[in-house]
């Protein structure tokens, strides 16, 4: 039974589309993460979640916008996609506080903006 | 400069032999310290959570922390085939929640 999910797993769209990740624990965890990996797997933290309130948002464009409808759950939608988006996005979780820096990640969704 | 700076490899070492990983940083309000292993086109996992400075060993894994020098290690002993990987060192301050700053990882390979 997978901890954090992703879907889709891969992406691939025309650049100016607009497109949608969806992230799902069953952890019971109440703090929940969107990092973006490049191509030399640098790993960089985009938002954080804390029971359904953003906590973390780094420096990124306004055309990505976080949605967490509960704490189980946390969508990341992309509009107007641009090569530079392509990518490894992960989603992940934690119980946050003095526990957040023990984070489950999912699997990944593959991005690729052509 | 980056905040934590890690050798990117790759790496490729003969199985059975011990593997010494390493990460430093700048940012001194760093106090935890995680390294993480990343199979391909798979998500990463945690392997190691340390606090502060001092030694941590699981199995055949130990991670030391040396906060003078702002430097941390992840030895791996014996090492098998199955721990090819990318392993990336994590750390944050501590304050809340939590914000996890990445090296870029090592790319390992176990040779049978």
Redesign the interface.
Known sequence: DTAVSQTPKYLVTQMGNDKSIKCEQNLGHDTMYWYKQDSKKFLKIMFSYNNKELIINETVPNRFSPKSPDKAHLNLHINSLELGDSAVYFCASSLGGRRGNIQYFGAGTRLSVL | QKEVEQD?GPLSVPEGAIVSLNCTYSNSAFQ?F?W?R?YS??????LM?TYSSGNKEDGRFTAQVDKSSKYISLFIRDSQPSDSA?Y?C?M?A?F???????G??T?LTIIP
């Open positions: 990117p935890y995680m993480y990343q086109r798979k998500g990463p996992e945690l959570y990318t990336l994590a944050s501590g809340g929640n939590e914000k996890l700053t990445f870029t990882g790319r």
